[in-house]
């Protein structure tokens, strides 16, 4: 089942969002995570850039066959490191979309969702050592074009969530269970390679409601596939939101289907709630992305982000089981 505490956190993060617009933090944890970024950056640069050349010279494997567009890509095409560093810790929100049941282990979850094609390449760093750590099960959910998320169909993606409580007749609490149904899209899970890395093929998310456009991702370890083919794990070494740059969502959000999601006003980074908490110790949870073809992003991109995970550091907020 899902993890109830997992639905205490999004509790306290909207209660965050509802007050001081900041995730709550003490001085010496965001004093801590601007040290740990500090100290592995120039690791995380160099694992961008090689991984970069890798995904480059191997196409990547997860790129259809069938794609309509040609890629042309030429890393690196940075000439300095990037050595921003997103160092997630267990305790930011997963929000109420969160929903194990149907993350499904695969590595293109777009299961035909219209929207611009994203190719997500995800390295995992461990913030003790600064190096790249294999056999994490890295686990994504995002909303589509429109707004809505899988297993929560039902429910309207341009109604403030407050508003939406009360018309179910709900409360917020450990049991808040919103979901409506069991589609997968837009929900998948693979382990990170000996290198470190996972890649994930889906579509540049939409947007819903009081949020800003993201991407929701918990890095697992302890995990393991069972004979009926869910997976189990018992660990939740990050819990997390990955954004993109408001230039490129403005670009996006003007293509179809995106365009046609005229009934709320979109919600930028720059007063999101969540993202004002994970910027604030200067990480960058931000999407780095190029396009595919090297000229347009409307023809595909491919984004590049790494997590800083403490591996000594597990959630004690419950594990998340029965993935199916
Ligand atoms: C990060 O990269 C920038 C630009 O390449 C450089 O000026 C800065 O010193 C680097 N920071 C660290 C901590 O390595
Ligand atoms: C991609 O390249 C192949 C071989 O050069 C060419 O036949 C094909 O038309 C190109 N496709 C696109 C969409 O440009
Ligand atoms: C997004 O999902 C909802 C709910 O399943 C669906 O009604 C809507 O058509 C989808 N949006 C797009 C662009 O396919
Ligand atoms: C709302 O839920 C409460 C608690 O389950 C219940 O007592 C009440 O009758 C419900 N009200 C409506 C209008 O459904
Ligand atoms: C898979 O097996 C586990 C452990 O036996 C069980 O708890 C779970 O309900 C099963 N799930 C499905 C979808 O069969
Ligand atoms: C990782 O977490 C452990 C246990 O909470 C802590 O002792 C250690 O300092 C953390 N590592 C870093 C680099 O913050």
Redesign the pocket.
Known sequence: MHAPSAILAFVLGLAATATAHRQHLSARDLASHAAISKRCAAKAGEFTLARKKRSLAKRSSIIPRDTSVNITIESPHYSTIQNDTCVLVPDVTAGPYVWPRSETLRQDMREGQAGVLLYLDIGVLDVNTCEPVPNVLVDMWHCNATGSYSSFDALSPNIPFQQLLEMLNKTIGPNLDLHTGDSTFLRGMWPTDSNGVMEMATIFPGFYVERTIHIHVQAHTDWMV???G?VVSSNIVSTGQLFFDEALSEQVMALEPYASHTQIERTTNDVDSIYAGETVTGWSPVVQVEALDGVDVANGMMGYITLGVNLTATSSQGAKL?H?
């Open positions: 069972r004979g009926n869910t029965d199916r």
